[in-house]
């Protein structure tokens, strides 16, 4: 798969898994492990990403005597993934176009 494809497509799933409530690095890979695995490095690269880009926010909390980030969307970054849901449906457009000889087959 094309990385920046994968990049993208890493991103809004990481948006994705703190969309309803805010969530801490352990949690959001528990969450999206049964959809696709992630590493706690490349986690934390792609939750810096987004918070430089305004699309969550971070903050400390305690828990069990340990500090603890949690994250939380921001407008923008519902917005984004809105505008993802729009191109993913032209995606699947191009998809069937495609695949299209493949199904008639």
Known sequence: MDIQLKRGLLD???L???KNEDSYGYKI???????IEMSES???TIL???ELSGMLTVRTSEHDGRLRKYYHITKAGLGRLEDFKDEWREVMLIYQFV???DSAK
């Open 12 to 14: 809004i799933c990481v």
């Open 16 to 18: 994705a898994a703190i």
């Open 99 to 101: 695949t299209k000889e």
């Open 42 to 44: 490349t986690l934390y």
């Open 48 to 50: 810096k990403r987004l």
């Open 29 to 35: 890979i528990k969450d999206m492990k049964p959809y």
